[in-house]
T-cell receptor
Framework: SQKIEQNSEALNIQEGKTATLTCNYT??????LQWYRQDPGRGPVFLLLIRENEKEKRKERLKVTFDTTLKQSLFHITASQPADSATYLCALSQTGFQKLVFGTGTRLLVSP | EAQVTQNPRYLITVTGKKLTVTCSQNMNHEYMSWYRQDPGLGLRQIYYSMNVEVTDKGDVPEGYKVSRKEKRNFPLILESPSPNQTSLYFCASSPLNRGEETQYFGPGTRLLVL
């Protein structure tokens, strides 16, 4: 069955550094890959969507890469701030936002 | 303000007592879906709807029902809740227009079934 792996251990970095989160998947060939932010007790917030034919996508301080050969996506936050502390979820699908499969998320802690 | 609302936000019930969790969106989105989130398992899709009167099963539909009689509303029905349905539930909506790539989630409904 399809499997999505995100590092379950929290990532601790210092303010101003670049945070890099990883999403690996197996037994799946997604056409779309998405990243979400989730704060404790709140609903996920959509950040970025990247298609299988796009290698990289940027939005302000965020950058996502999608390597279909390695079956991996990297999510970067440059110039990180304490307000970026949250859990980041990776999600895959064949058809945009329908039938999304989510990873369990990686918690990011940015220290001042 | 664009938003997805869910009610109730918190619910404690007993096994077998039918309940409905409402979901409403004010963005005229075609697509709506329900997820449950459990520790260690992440978000799992229960049901989704591509438009009015069009619904389909997600990955964990057992024990749940949905309906889509109006575009803005997508209620989740638990006909006979059981303790294994204790979870955090999220409703989401998104447009099917490719020019608008986004998905909005509601604030969540925390359900405890005793």
């Amino acid at each position: 069955s399809q499997k999505i792996e995100q590092n379950s251990e929290a990532l601790n970095i210092q303010e101003g550094k670049t945070a890099t989160l990883t999403c690996n998947y197996t037994n799946y060939s997604p056409a779309y890959l998405q990243w979400y932010r989730q704060d404790p007790g709140r609903g996920p917030v959509f950040l970025l969507l990247i298609r299988e034919n796009e290698k990289e996508k940027r939005k302000e301080r965020l950058k996502v890469t999608f390597d279909t050969t390695l079956k991996q996506s990297l999510f970067h936050i440059t110039a990180s701030q304490p307000a970026d502390s949250a859990t980041y979820l990776c999600a895959l699908s064949q058809t945009g936002f329908q039938k999304l499969v989510f990873g369990t998320g990686t918690r990011l802690l940015v220290s001042p | 303000e664009a938003q997805v609302t869910q009610n109730p936000r918190y619910l404690i019930t007993v096994t077998g007592k039918k309940l409905t969790v409402t979901c409403s969106q004010n963005m005229n989105h075609e697509y709506m879906s329900w997820y449950r989130q459990d520790p260690g398992l992440g978000l799992r899709q229960i049901y989704y709807s591509m438009n009015v009167e069009v619904t389909d099963k997600g990955d964990v539909p057992e024990g749940y029902k949905v309906s889509r009689k109006e575009k803005r509303n997508f209620p989740l029905i638990l006909e006979s809740p059981s303790p294994n349905q204790t979870s955090l539930y999220f409703c989401a909506s998104s447009p099917l227009n490719r020019g608008e790539e986004t998905q909005y989630f509601g604030p969540g409904t925390r359900l405890l079934v005793l």
